[in-house]
């Protein structure tokens, strides 16, 4: 039995954003990494972290994929066995830190980020007012699982997730502890 959609292409993301009420993960660019993992760890939903400044005005964004790479493949031993392995290849091209380390194997110490700021990537957001589909045009583009919502002054006031946009899409408006347990 098919549910009817909760939400469109053309929603716009502050309605999504009032439904979901996800809170983003925030963090300043000296922020430890493996404090932000713990963080990130805690709360399974949101899998982007935000770099904002102390105003919370967005400085860039940290996907749980780079945390983990950083974490699992941050020692000589993980770079030797993402090499081997081919772990370090995705969409058939390495992943950012890793670029550096494999550039350079003759270094003694392969590189490990201590802090977001060392790990941070481009921003890339969202507005209130977008829809639904430029979030899942956004995310897609820019290979993420959430984006943050900014204000006109580029504070992030919101965060979407994709998973999340999926189950409102589905019809599913449990809350997403119940959502994940079976029906």
């Known amino acids: 039995m098919r549910r009817e959609h909760v939400i469109s292409k053309t929603t716009p993301v502050y309605r999504v954003a009032e439904i ?9 660019p000296a922020d430890s990494v493996y404090t932000l993992a713990l963080r990130m760890a805690r709360s399974p939903i ?3 972290a935000c770099i ?3 105003e919370k005005k967005l400085l860039g964004l940290i996907p749980l994929r780079v945390i983990v790479e950083s974490l699992f493949y941050g020692t ?3 770079f030797r066995t993402a090499r081997k392995m081919g772990h370090a290849i995705e969409n058939g091209e390495m992943l950012p830190s890793l670029k550096v380390a494999l550039a350079y194997p003759e270094a003694p110490e392969p590189y490990l980020a201590e802090t977001a700021g060392e790990l941070m990537e481009a921003p890339i957001w969202i507005r209130p007012g977008d829809t639904v589909k430029d979030a899942v045009d956004k995310m897609l583009a ?3 699982d959430g984006l943050p919502i900014v204000d006109g002054d580029m504070r ?6 994709m998973q999340e946009l999926l189950r409102l899409w589905l019809g599913d408006t449990r809350p997403t502890a119940q959502a994940s347990a079976r029906p």
């Open 76 to 78: 000589e031993d993980g």
């Open 142 to 144: 820019g290979h993420l």
């Open 46 to 48: 949101n899998r982007v």
């Open 156 to 161: 992030v006031v919101g965060y979407i997730d």
């Open 52 to 54: 904002v400044d102390p």
């Open 20 to 28: 979901l009420k996800t809170e983003p993960h925030l963090a300043r």
